[in-house]
């Protein structure tokens, strides 16, 4: 037997342009095999659903990085300063009332940049999009969200209180002033982390939607979902509960004598 190399330059003419010919039909039947394949899965329901599924990540990552900006802004440009300010020689507010007012906010603040620079990495390894893991580790920390707006009807009592001083009122107004707040008030920025786990819910309703009941992380993100639900209704419970006492304290203000009987907790606001 002749070697290989040898056999390939002694071979005639003729034949090495037929299996040229070969080669190339059969490249060309791969490509177009492969073709229908790939344009048959892009026009799937499976690939649509994947699609929908990674617009509503890339869109959560958008709303996310929004809100750490709001929460940024509450932060720097509200409470340090006021913060700072309450420990000045004639201070315009004492630091009760700061605490009062942006109760936990710092700590949101903190949480949410560590759950946006999550989602980003995720954002990064695509087409592979898992957060089932991020919520995990946001789960545990939701309790400051319900001290937050347990105490959000307070805080904004304690702010308007805080209005009365008018060297606080004109300080407050400076730094609403700041191009940043875009002529919000710091009233706006208190609420945004009220609506925030209700946007979750949301998002993760539309997500499970376009998961497959196969996916790796459809149970995780179920219970991610049922967890923020249960939360949601224990603070809508508790806005109740403290707006009916704001009311009930308000309306005993207003009586001469007053009327112990309305700062009970189990009277129930109905009209006025």
């Known amino acids: 037997m002749r070697p290989y190399h040898v056999y390939h330059e ?33 026009c799937s329901p499976h690939a649509e659903s994947m699609r929908k599924r990674n617009q509503i990540v890339f869109n959560m990552v958008e709303a996310e990085t929004e809100y750490v900006h709001q929460l940024y802004i509450l932060v720097n440009c509200f409470l340090r300063p006021l913060r700072m300010a309450a420990s000045s020689k004639k201070p315009p507010i004492s630091h009760d009332d700061v605490s009062s007012i942006f109760l936990n ?10 759950f946006h620079q999550g989602l980003k990495a995720r954002i990064a390894n695509w087409p592979t999009l898992v957060l089932a893991d991020l919520f995990d580790i946001l789960l545990p920390m939701l309790n400051i969200y ?84 249960e939360l949601s209704r224990v603070m809508h419970d508790e806005v109740s509960d403290t707006e009916n006492i704001r009311k009930n304290l308000a309306i005993e203000r207003m009586i001469v004598e007053g009327c112990d009987i309305l700062l009970d907790t189990s009277q129930t606001f109905v009209r006025q």
């Open 146 to 229: 319900q001290e937050f707006v347990r105490n959000h009807q307070y805080s904004l009592q304690v702010l308007a209180n805080c209005k009365q001083n008018r060297d606080f009122d004109k300080l407050l107004k400076q730094y609403e002033s700041n191009a940043a707040c875009e002529g919000r008030m710091l009233e706006t920025f208190l609420t945004y982390p009220m609506f925030q786990i209700p946007r979750y819910i949301i998002t993760l309703h539309e997500l499970l939607a376009h998961t497959p009941h196969e996916h790796v992380e459809r149970k995780s993100l179920e219970f991610a979902k049922s967890k923020l639900e």
């Open 10 to 42: 002694n071979e005639d003419p003729d034949i090495k342009k037929i299996k040229k010919v070969q080669s190339f039909m059969r490249g060309w039947l791969c490509r177009r095999k492969w073709k229908i394949i790939v344009q048959d899965y892009i």
């Open 105 to 114: 906010s710092e700590t949101i603040m903190f949480l949410h940049e560590i």
